[in-house]
């Protein structure tokens, strides 16, 4: 779409669509493990999530510009790989970057992947409280 709606003309079209799947299947798996382990409230986390990661991803402006807190956490959001990411792939630049950017979002991946299957063997067992939840009005 930014090639053919605004005529971007990436570098790498391939790179860039195989990066932005990646980067979609990663953040899925992150949301479902929230969801998973946490229920309604790991729904507003997953919404915090992505609040915080636009802002601090460094993909609207430059990181410099973003209070300190945003920097302190800009190296441990996936967004932020996925930007630098799509800086390579879209204007050209260090491979190794594009490389150590795939490398930690499929880490991302595979991370929240078992999560997520911790969290549905820990709920496949059956406990009082899942028995019998406090209901609450």
Do not use: C, K, N
Not at 57 to 67: D, V
Not at 86 to 94: A, H, K, P, Q
Not at 96 to 113: I, P, Q, S, Y
């Amino acid at each position: 779409m930014v090639d053919f709606g605004l005529g971007l003309d990436p570098l790498h079209v391939w790179w860039t669509i195989g990066l932005v799947t990646l980067a979609a299947v990663a953040f899925v798996a992150i949301d479902h493990f929230l969801r998973t382990a946490f229920g309604t409230v790991g729904g507003l986390l997953s919404l915090v999530l992505l609040i915080i990661q636009l802002t601090a991803s460094g993909g609207l402006y430059p990181m410099e510009t973003t209070p300190v807190p945003f920097q302190a956490i800009h190296p441990f959001l996936p967004m932020s790989y996925l930007v630098d990411g799509l800086r390579v792939t879209i204007s050209g630049g260090m491979t190794e970057h594009l490389l150590r950017d795939v490398a930690v979002l499929t880490g991302f991946l595979v991370v929240f992947l078992a999560l997520t299957t911790l969290a549905v063997q820990r709920q496949r067992s059956w406990t009082i409280a899942r028995l019998h939840p406090q209901i609450e009005l």
